[in-house]
């Protein structure tokens, strides 16, 4: 082998380790991604009491409603 085969070769596996590194680092990215949910119970709850509170005010103004 002479010296300029030996450089010859040295250099394609080197560009071989570097292309083979490169490709490594183009693993896929997984990203999770969670959509904000909406949650109603307050405001059901808060509803429910506030016509409760009417429904016991106004059972207060008429008491023969019923």
């Given at each position: 082998m002479t010296r300029p085969q030996t450089w010859t070769r040295t250099r394609l596996a080197?560009?071989?380790?570097?292309?083979a590194m490169?490709?490594?680092?183009?693993?896929?990215?997984?990203r999770l991604q969670v959509d904000p949910?909406?949650?109603?119970a307050k405001l059901d709850a808060d509803v429910r009491v506030r016509?409760?509170?009417?429904l016991q005010d106004l059972l207060v103004e008429n008491p023969n409603l019923f």
């Open positions: 080197l560009l071989g380790l570097i292309a490169g490709t490594g680092a183009c693993t896929p990215t997984v949910i909406t949650i109603y016509l409760d509170k009417e």
